[in-house]
């Protein structure tokens, strides 16, 4: 099992940038995949960004591509997500998750989370 713990957000102003990260402990965090999910106030949680466990394949919601980046540092047991030309609908609680299946779109492939870190973007 492995124990995820959030860090980075906080009240931004649009066209802002935060960096995001995930501290894994427990098992190695080497071996398994990583997710980033979003959860909107009054809306399902939704995928923002997975990352495989070597780093080599990543996928992003289109609502993200081209400003969030995901990356991870192995000897760290860290996941990042590099946040840049925030706005105001990126407002959510932002939460890590981990699995050893591979980088995947839905929530339901995850069965570890963090407890999640709150990300405001002010007009």
């Known amino acids: 099992q492995v124990q995820l713990v959030e860090s980075g957000g906080g009240l931004v102003q649009a066209g802002g940038s935060l960096r995001l990260s995930c501290v894994a402990s427990?098992?190695?965090?080497?071996?398994?995949?990583m997710g980033w999910f979003r959860q909107a106030t009054g809306k399902e949680r939704e995928f923002v960004a997975t990352i495989s466990w070597s780093g080599g394949i990543t996928n992003y919601a289109d609502s993200v591509k081209g400003r969030f980046t995901i990356s991870r540092d192995a000897a760290k047991n860290t996941g990042y997500l590099q946040m840049s030309s925030l706005k105001p609908e990126d407002t959510a609680v932002y939460y890590c998750?981990?699995?050893?299946?591979?980088?995947?779109?839905?929530?339901?492939?995850?069965?570890?989370w963090g407890q999640g870190t709150q990300v405001t973007v002010s007009a």
């Open positions: 427990g098992r190695t965090f080497r071996q398994y995949a």
């Open positions: 998750a981990a699995n050893t299946l591979g980088p995947a779109t839905s929530t339901q492939r995850y069965p570890y």
